[in-house]
């Protein structure tokens, strides 16, 4: 492969791992709005505490999946990082900041 393909495959994996990363702050994100919009739309309705449980509790089950795909996204992206440097290629994978480990 030529350096002018590899650039260009590391370049289309670097805006694709910065989408994905993007849409799954979004899904979490509107997750969220949507689980605190439950218990408001129950009260506005006047109904008990049981109705909605079920939904509270699949849509939190989905909000975690949601955690989980984003951590297993970053772990990632750390790897990528770490091959496009192995094959000479260094590009910010969607940002430019340094990534210091964080808990």
């Given at each position: 492969?030529?350096?002018?393909?590899?650039?260009?495959?590391?370049?289309?994996?670097?805006?694709?791992?910065?989408?994905?990363?993007?849409?799954?702050?979004?899904?979490?994100?509107?997750?969220?709005?949507?689980?605190?919009?439950?218990?408001?739309?129950?009260?506005?309705?006047?109904?008990?505490?049981?109705?909605?449980?079920?939904?509270?509790?699949?849509?939190?089950?989905?909000?975690?999946a949601?955690?989980?795909?984003?951590?297993?996204?970053?772990?990632?992206?750390?790897?990528?990082?770490?091959?496009?440097?192995?094959?000479?290629?260094?590009?910010s994978?969607?940002?430019?900041?340094?990534?210091?480990?964080?808990?």
């Open positions: 492969m030529s350096y002018a393909n590899t650039e260009a495959a590391a370049q289309a994996v670097a805006q694709l791992l910065w989408r994905l990363e993007t849409q799954l702050d979004e899904a979490f994100a509107t997750g969220g709005e949507l689980l605190a919009a439950l218990p408001r739309a129950r009260s506005a309705a006047n109904l008990p505490a049981i109705a909605g449980q079920q939904a509270f509790e699949v849509l939190g089950q989905a909000i975690m949601i955690g989980a795909a984003r951590g297993h996204t970053v772990a990632g992206h750390r790897v990528i990082e770490k091959l496009g440097k192995q094959i000479g290629f260094e590009t994978f969607g940002d430019e900041k340094p990534k210091p480990d964080f808990a």
